[in-house]
């Protein structure tokens, strides 16, 4: 795929040439030895912005599927690749590697259509035949360029046009795209490689190397001393136009308002207010004014942001204003983050116990503590109960409950500190129906006399008490409530 991407380039440069000029950069190689002796190498990764190199990878929130791994030698000669692996275990290890050297990992992280995103490297690895070196913890950076200017959808002066994009430190080059259609199945004004930003494409209409008032769409990839190449850029679109000669543009002037403190604690809510004004257009509003992060990327547009989620660490913030014509200016301001040094507190159930059973309609004693490092003993709202089955079941330490659903409940105590901290702990119960054991009601016949003859037809009513139990609605006469009995004759009965 690379050499077929590298022979459309070779093909493109000669024919661009004919149409406009491009400021093109070089590309680089490297040498191939070998070494004898085998040893391995094992390593782990950290996402991007770690300070403690401690974070683990949150693979899925960035798009990664897999990691592999080249290993060069200390002349760029490239000795053993490994993987891929599944990015989930943050790990891998190398085998296989010739010794008896030092050597560099570079880890590149793919989405599961394989295009890199992140990309780390580790140095000076020493390698012993036989014996496990350990990279260490490998931080990985963003590695797809992010575009700058001109601004999508705004319109550009057809005589020059400038493509830049932020520059990316472990990039050697980068491949940009421009086409006429937003697939790039159009016609492909540009396809070439170049050292760094920006991307100038010179020219005129009556050169055939753009139209006015066309929309020609952009894309740049990032490559890295060993060709690896990144995944796209977004795709970007201008339009082109003749401008008026006699109109000069001019930049937009951003001002950030200074902040109340420059560090911050981490989950601390910052407030972010700044304005820009442009000699064209005014004040500058909404998604023309863009807020970044260095280490967060985006975090919000307009004249203020706040936000509780910043990274730990050091922060370069910047305000980005654009006009209607794409011309942009930037101020900066630098915020810390620090660590939330405040532990979450514990909770334990008391009672019930783990794995007990109660029957339907019985009293459930619920007992339970939360305490916090900071605030001590919690109580009240603080302690939160609920039930898988049932939800909600109450606040407090201590509480009864007789009205828990038949069947297996996984019972959880949620405890909450005043900084919103919470700690959990849960049991499991199993509620179970009420056994209700029927009992034939007993006792003996008062009247009428045993061996008593009645006469056939004439009415009798027996009077009686019946001791019952849990039957009473089965001996109750339908329509007065008393005891009833019923008169079961048999064969051998005398009737007078």
């Known amino acids: ?55 683990a990878m949150d693979c899925a929130e960035l798009g990664i599927v897999s990691v592999s791994a080249w290993v060069y030698s200390s002349t760029n000669e490239l000795l053993k690749t490994g993987g891929p692996w599944d990015c989930e275990l943050g790990e891998g290890i190398i085998e296989g590697v010739p010794s008896a050297q030092t050597a560099r990992v570079v880890i590149i992280c793919h989405d599961e259509e394989d295009h890199m995103h992140y990309r780390g490297e580790s140095l000076d690895i020493a390698l012993e035949a036989d014996q496990v070196a350990d990279a260490g913890v490998i931080i990985t950076d963003n590695f797809v360029p992010i575009l700058e200017s001109p601004a999508t959808g705004s319109s550009v002066d057809i005589s020059s046009v400038s493509l830049v994009w932020e520059e990316i430190a472990s990039a050697q080059e980068y491949q940009v795209r421009v086409s006429t259609s937003a697939n790039f199945s159009g016609a492909i004004v540009v396809n070439q490689v170049f050292s760094k930003p920006p991307c100038t494409i010179t020219g005129s209409e009556d050169e055939n190397s753009l139209v006015t008032d066309t929309p020609y769409y952009w894309e740049v990839y990032a490559i890295d001393e060993h060709g690896n ?61 863009v807020w970044t992060s260095d280490i967060d990327g985006e975090i919000g547009t307009g004249n203020s942001v706040e936000i509780s989620s910043l990274s730990v660490g050091n922060h370069t913030i910047r305000l980005k204003a654009t006009d209607s014509e794409g011309a942009s200016q930037t101020t900066d301001i630098s915020i810390t983050i620090t660590a939330n040094l405040n532990q979450p507190p514990n909770g334990e159930i008391k009672s019930p116990y783990d794995d007990s059973y109660v029957y339907k309609g019985n009293d459930v004693y619920f007992s339970g ?128």
């Open 229 to 289: 190449m990144s995944a796209g850029s977004a795709v970007w679109h201008f339009t082109t136009m003749i401008p008026d000669s006699t109109i000069e543009n001019n930049l937009p002037v951003v001002f950030i308002e200074p902040l109340s403190a420059t560090s911050f604690e981490e989950g601390h809510l910052v407030l972010f207010q700044g304005s820009a004004t442009d000699s064209e257009d005014g004040s500058l509003s909404g998604n023309a004014l």
């Open 1 to 55: 795929m690379k050499n077929f991407i590298y022979q459309s380039i070779i093909v493109l440069c000669v024919v661009s040439v004919l149409f406009f000029f491009l400021s093109c950069g070089d590309q680089s190689g490297s040498d191939n030895g070998t070494s004898e002796g085998n040893s391995s190498i094992v390593f782990r990764i950290a996402p991007p912005g770690s300070e403690t190199r401690a974070a």
């Open 369 to 496: 503590i939360g305490t916090d490092f900071e605030d001590g003993a919690l109580a009240g709202t603080s302690l939160s109960w609920r039930s898988d089955i049932d939800g909600f079941l109450s606040n407090g330490i201590t509480f009864y409950k007789n009205n828990l659903s038949i069947g297996t409940h996984h019972i959880t105590l949620t405890v909450t500190d005043s900084d919103g901290l919470t700690g959990q702990d849960t049991v499991i119960i199993t509620v179970q129906p009420q056994i209700i054991i029927n009992t034939v009601p007993q006792h003996p016949l008062a009247n009428p006399v045993p061996g008593l003859r009645l006469q056939k037809g004439i009415q009798s009513h027996f009077p009686g008490q019946a001791m019952i139990m849990k039957t009473v609605h089965l001996l109750q006469d339908h329509f007065h409530g008393h005891p009833a009995w019923m008169a079961v004759w048999e064969q051998a009965a005398t009737f007078l």
